[in-house]
Every structure is written in structure tokens, then in C-alpha cells.
């Protein structure tokens, strides 16, 4: 796919500069230390969360629900060398929690953009191309949606939904992820979370396509017969990709952080699993004896959407061309 | 104009009943009860329950009535809270959210703007990349980390300020620093994109080429236009405002109307849930209309139909 993109995309640029838009991009974003910062911390954070738990498995046997048999361990002890974290009050360890819970956390991120890209860019890109009535429709309905406070419904819908509440289709459409207790919710949030951000994409992809749409690879390609749905989304859709993938590296950090905050106040992810604003919501109680149990995944996530922002501007500088005049 | 703005507060209206039978939908989708929380109740007793509440008649008609509720502004007695008022409570819990919400971007506005002005005006400065590096951080670190951080070292650490509930003056200070991080960083960021690029604009060069004093030129020019960004960034963090008052709320144990929402939905009281969502979905839309009139002030070439 990638391939095709950039041989069907960037004609015109190619045909100018004699290098590709992308490598070009490349460049740039790897002349800027802040991104290439952030480019080795999510690097690294992504690693550690999808390999960490295993490896601490098999070098101290400890996963995340592990509870020492002997009771004098459970207890919440600071960090040592056994516990790079400390543990939690249950003597469970700190570190495979807060990795687990960083799967949760990145996975509720990435899909929850993920959703938003594929609806925001094909309804932001259709309503640019068709134009006229149907475009002022599609947009006024974005509007409307811009207008209501969504933080609410989305309240409402996880802590309705939530819990012992989960209705059985539901319940069915998560089994497509595995199924089982905690997953619905984990669904619930993708679901909630990628209904409210794809509007921004919409609009975004609908001004890049109005700025496409007269030129005159689209004419050759309305001309030679190609069909609409193919003109949009292989000959508009690619060239608009630039912008595209900006501003979805930047939706990722802004849902993250409406995910931990959720899980903070008890209706996001919820036990058996954990994500960081959960594990932070079990911190806080004990901020002031125990306080490595709010630390450190408060930090972990701080990192993590620190170094996703600092990317996030990296690559708006290299791939937008407002900002490239500067 | 005139027309403008009643065109957009008449639209209020109908926008708000969307949202609330949005809300309405959705409680009453979801299997459960605000009785079923509590434990198994008899099936007589559950029949007088349903009775009492109206529950017992068709949905277009608990609908209907509670539009016509709505419509009123009356939003009828807390399930939960016996004998209280919606009304009552939104009244009594409302002015803690908003005195911390008002002082929480007033601070946020005036450290921005400064912080965003000043990194504009000495771009590639020292000051610069530090205000800038500094408003990273502010997005990143989620304020859920920020408040119970700052409660460590002031309160517990060195004493100087109440760790929680509410009180004097002293017991705002952490609360609203806490909640005005993420807009003071938002804030600093587009203040600087946006005078940057107003200020090589050619009716700045007129200005300048006129022989007024800089200063003139900085306050009376290019603000105007450097802070439409800001302005219009305004409008989503009204809403996002009330999402972080929740958590403030929750880390400062403070009876704001953000922790009463999040336990009315918890406690499926649905009287409450519709009153609040109502309440403020209807202050953010009045405010976000309150925003595009000041377009039109600070920048004439916007003009309305």
C-alpha cells in the first residue's frame, strides 16, 4: 500500500524536485533533535510494552497479578532491585503493571485514531469532492456534532454501559477482540473515543481535497473514465496524506489522555485490566505513603504522550507545506 | 449581526433537546435500573416503584413528559437525593466548578498570552525554547499527575497550602494551577504560531511603515489578529474545562458539580444526569456563540450573514 501511495501520490512533486516528498519529509524530521527524541522514546516505550511483561516473566517469573503466597510481602513496598517500581498494596510489582498497562493504554490510542482516520478521511473526503449540496449537508452535520459537549455523552454511555450493565449485542461485537469480562468496556472506549475525534480529521481532509480536486491529474483521471469512489480514494485521498498522518499522530496523545482520564474517575478500562489512568486512580489514594504507586505510571504516560507530541510538531514541520514557507 | 446572533440562539433550543434525548436514549438502552443498584427487590414493591416514577407507561410518554420537563427548565426531585431539586442541586454545587473554571483559564489567558507573545517576539531566544519546552510538558503531563504531585510537595512536603476540600482563598491556589496547566500550554502555543504569523503580515509592514511606536504596533495590530487562535481555541476548552473540573474535583475533594455529574450517572439518576447535561450543554453552546461574536471585534474582516 505504502509503495503504491507514493508512486501514485506524488507525480507532480517527483516530476519537480527530483526527490520524493516523503524522503524529503524524512530528512527534515530526522534534522530535528526534539523528534528524533521522541521517535526513540515511543521506540522504546513500545518495545518495552510489548515485550516487557514477557521478559520479566521469564527472568523474575513475576506477571502483573502475581501475588506473593508469603503475606508479609503483601504489602507495598518502594523500589529495589527485584521491583524496579515497587510494588502495589497486594505485592503485586509495579513494573508488569504499569507495562500491561501500557498495552491498554497505547492499543485504546492507536485504534481509537484508527477509527477516526478511516471515517473522518472518507466522510472528509467525499463531502470535498461532491461539493455543492451535499458537502454543505455533510458539514453543517459536523457542525452540529462540533457544538455538543461530547465528554458528557461519552460519561454517560461508558458508566451506563459499563460493568454488569453491558447489553448482550455488545458484549457479541467485542467477542471480534476475544471476548470475556473487561473487554466489552476496552471495546466501549474504542468505540466512544473514535465517534468523537474523527470530526477534526473530517474537516482537515475535506479542505485538503477542496484544494486538489481542480487540478489536472483529476481531470486525466475523470477523463480516462476512472469512477468516482477510485478517483477519491487512489488518486485525492493519497495526495492528502501528508496533513492525514500529522494530525492522527497528534489525535493519538489527545485520546490517550481522555482515556486515562476516564479510567481516572473509575468508567474507563476496568479491572481485571489496567491502563495508566487506572493505575494512577490507584496511586492517588496512597499518594502520601506510598507515593511510587501514582509516580511512575504518571510519568510513564507523560513520556509516552510528551515524545508523541514532540513527534506529532516534528512531522508538521517536515510534511506541511504551510509551515515549510517558514 | 442581530440576526446572526438570534438565528444562532434560537438553534440553542433545539440543539439542546437533541443532546438531552441523546442522553435519555442511552439510559434507558442500557439494561438496569437506578433502583437495580441496590439489592433484589420484591416484584410488588418494584411494581410501585415503576408506578410512582411513571415507569410503567409507554416510552413516548415518560418521553414526552420529560421534554415537556425540559422545556419548562423544571427538571423534577433527584431519585437519589430524596426530596433535593434538580434545581436545587445544580444551584447549590454549580458556583465551586465555576469559580475554579473562571480563575483556571483567566490564569491560563494570562500566562499564555504573555508567555506566548514574548517567545514570538524574541523567536529562537532562550526564552523561547524554554516557555515552549515548558508548554510541552504542560500537554503531556495529565492532571490527574500535576495536582496530587504539586499536593506532595506543598502540602505534605512543605506544609504551605490545605491539601484538599474547600475553604479561604488559600484552598483555590493548587486546585486552579492544577486545572489550568494544559490551556495555560495550549494557550502559549498558538499565541506564539499566531503572532509569529501575523507579524510578517503586509498590514503590520503599513503600520510599522505609518511610523507608529512598536508597542503601538505590537498591542493595537498585531495582537488583534495573533490571538484569534486563541479565541477560537476558547470555544472546545470551555468544553474540555468541565471534563478536567471533574478530575480537579475529585483529586481536591471539592462539592463541585463535576463529581455530583459523574455520581448521578454512576447512580443512574436520571432526573439529574438530563438536568445537568441540559445545564451544560446549554452554557457551552451560549459561550461558544459569546466567541464568534468576538470575531467579528477583533478581526473585520469576519462578517456575518
Not at chain 2, 427487590?41 to 415503576?50: F, T, V
Not at chain 2, 433535593?84 to 483556571?104: C, D
Not at chain 2, 493548587?174 to 504569523?197: D, H, K, N, Q
Not at chain 2, 512598536?214 to 486563541?230: D, S, Y
Request: charged fraction near 15%.
Amino acid at each position: 500500500m505504502n509503495e503504491e501511495t507514493k508512486s501514485t501520490g506524488n507525480q507532480p512533486e517527483t516530476v519537480m524536485t527530483g526527490t520524493s516528498l516523503w524522503k524529503d519529509a524524512w530528512k527534515r524530521l530526522l534534522k530535528n533533535k526534539l523528534s528524533v527524541f521522541g521517535l526513540v522514546v515511543m521506540s522504546i516505550i513500545t518495545f518495552a510494552v510489548v515485550f516487557g511483561p514477557m521478559i520479566i516473566k521469564a527472568t523474575t517469573g513475576l506477571t502483573p497479578d502475581y501475588i506473593p503466597a508469603d503475606g508479609n510481602l503483601i504489602q507495598s513496598f518502594p523500589p529495589s532491585w527485584q521491583h524496579w517500581m515497587g510494588t502495589d498494596e497486594a505485592g503485586r510489582d509495579l513494573l508488569s503493571r504499569v507495562l500491561q498497562g501500557g498495552r491498554i493504554s497505547l492499543m485504546v490510542g492507536i485504534i481509537s485514531t484508527f477509527v477516526s482516520l478511516i471515517v473522518g478521511v472518507s466522510y472528509g473526503a467525499i463531502a470535498g469532492y461532491m461539493g455543492g449540496r451535499i458537502d454543505n449537508v455533510m458539514m453543517r452535520i459536523v457542525d452540529i456534532i462540533y457544538a455538543i459537549p461530547y465528554i458528557l455523552i461519552v460519561i454517560v454511555l461508558l458508566s451506563v454501559f459499563g460493568g454488569q450493565n453491558t447489553p448482550d449485542w455488545i458484549e457479541s461485537l467485542a467477542g471480534i477482540f476475544g471476548g470475556g469480562a473487561g473487554r466489552s468496556q476496552i471495546f466501549l472506549l474504542f468505540f466512544s473515543l473514535g465517534l468523537v475525534s474523527w470530526l477534526t480529521m473530517a474537516r482537515v481532509v475535506r479542505g485538503q481535497i477542496l484544494s486538489l480536486k481542480n487540478q489536472e491529474f483529476v481531470l486525466a483521471a475523470r477523463a480516462t473514465g476512472v469512477s468516482t469512489p477510485k478517483i477519491i480514494f487512489k488518486h485525492l485521498v493519497p495526495n492528502a496524506l501528508g496533513p492525514v498522518i500529522v494530525y492522527a499522530t497528534l489525535t493519538i496523545p489527545s485520546v490517550m489522555l481522555t482515556e486515562a482520564f476516564l479510567s481516572f474517575l473509575g468508567i474507563g478500562v476496568q479491572a481485571p485490566f489496567a491502563s495508566w489512568g487506572s493505575l494512577a486512580a490507584d496511586g492517588i489514594k496512597n499518594i502520601a505513603i506510598f507515593p511510587w504507586q501514582l509516580i511512575f505510571p504518571g510519568v510513564t504516560m507523560a513520556l509516552t504522550l510528551f515524545s508523541l507530541n514532540f513527534l506529532g510538531d516534528g512531522l508538521r514541520d517536515a510534511l506541511d507545506p504551510q509551515t515549510r514557507k517558514f | 449581526m442581530l440576526k446572526f446572533i438570534l438565528k444562532r440562539l434560537l438553534i440553542i433550543v433545539p440543539m439542546a433537546l437533541l443532546v438531552v434525548t441523546l442522553t435519555w436514549g442511552l439510559i434507558r438502552i442500557a439494561p438496569g435500573n437506578f433502583y437495580s443498584t441496590e439489592r433484589q427487590l420484591p416484584p410488588a414493591i418494584e411494581a410501585n416503584i415503576k408506578k410512582k416514577y411513571g415507569l410503567d407507561q409507554p416510552w413516548y410518554i415518560q418521553y414526552g413528559k420529560m421534554m415537556g420537563n425540559i422545556l419548562r427548565l423544571d427538571f423534577g426531585d433527584s431519585l437519589k437525593y430524596q426530596g433535593q431539586s434538580v434545581n436545587e442541586i445544580i444551584k447549590r454545587h454549580f458556583p465551586y466548578s465555576a469559580t475554579i473554571g473562571i480563575l483556571a483559564y483567566l490564569l491560563a489567558l494570562i500566562v499564555g498570552l504573555f508567555a506566548g507573545i514574548v517567545a514570538a517576539l524574541k523567536q529562537n531566544s532562550f526564552f523561547d525554547y524554554f516557555s515552549m519546552a515548558l508548554a510541552m510538558l504542560g500537554l503531556s503531563v495529565p492532571n490527574f499527575v500535576i495536582g496530587p504531585i504539586l499536593v506532595l510537595f506543598f502540602s505534605l512536603g512543605l506544609y504551605w497550602l490545605p491539601p484538599a476540600r474547600w475553604g479561604g482563598p488559600l484552598y483555590l491556589i493548587m486546585p486552579v494551577i492544577t486545572l489550568s496547566a494544559i490551556y495555560m500550554a495550549y494557550i502559549a502555543r498558538l499565541t506564539r504560531a499566531g503572532m509569529l504569523e501575523v507579524m510578517r503580515s503586509d498590514y503590520i509592514r503599513t503600520a510599522r511603515a505609518k511610523g507608529l511606536s512598536e508597542t503601538t504596533v505590537l498591542l493595537k495590530h498585531g495582537l488583534r489578529g495573533g490571538i484569534i487562535p486563541v479565541v477560537s481555541f476558547t470555544g472546545p476548552a470551555l468544553a474540555s474545562l468541565l471534563a478536567g473540573t471533574v478530575v480537579v474535583e475529585k483529586v481536591f475533594a471539592i462539592p463541585g458539580l463535576g463529581n455530583i455529574f459523574i455520581q448521578s450517572v454512576l447512580n443512574r439518576d436520571e432526573p439529574l444526569i438530563l438536568g445537568i447535561v441540559a445545564f451544560l450543554s446549554i452554557l457551552i453552546m451560549i459561550f461558544n456563540l459569546a466567541v464568534d461574536i468576538s470575531y467579528g471585534f477583533l478581526d473585520p474582516r469576519i462578517r456575518y450573514e
